[in-house]
């Protein structure tokens, strides 16, 4: 039974970071690629950034890059998520998502992730 398990979120002023963390379990963690969204209130869940499987190829919404970026602990099975510059834009519940069988153009849709955490809650105050 896959599980992940999101922490780190919190309560920032503009320009702070944060680094979230999703540990999981009953997964060969680099056989998976693992995904970050987000969900801002009223709005539909939106693609963050991505590590496919088995490599490090990352990939990055446009309005996150340069400022976030995604790595993993394949022996620890924990996939982060190093947040810095925080804008008030990026408030929302963050979720970690996994799937071991996407195809690589289709790594920003929600839609192709298996596997879903909880989420956990970020805001940016201005």
């Known amino acids: 039974q896959v599980q992940l398990i999101e922490s780190g979120g919190g309560l920032v002023q503009v320009g702070r970071s944060l680094r979230l963390s999703c540990v999981a379990s009953g997964l060969a963690h680099n056989r998976y690629t693992m995904a970050w969204f987000r969900q801002a209130p009223g709005a539909e869940r939106a693609f963050v950034a991505a590590l496919f499987r088995g490599g490090s190829s990352t990939h990055y919404a446009d309005s996150v890059k340069g400022r976030f970026t995604i790595s993993r602990d394949n022996a620890k099975k924990t996939l982060y998520l190093e947040m810095n510059n925080l804008k008030p834009e990026d408030t929302g519940i963050y979720y970690c998502?996994?799937?071991?069988?996407?195809?690589?153009?289709?790594?920003?849709?929600?839609?192709?992730?298996?596997?879903w955490g909880q989420g956990t809650q970020v805001s940016v105050s201005s």
């Open positions: 998502a996994a799937d071991s069988t996407l195809i690589l153009s289709s790594i920003r849709a929600s839609r192709s992730y298996d596997y």
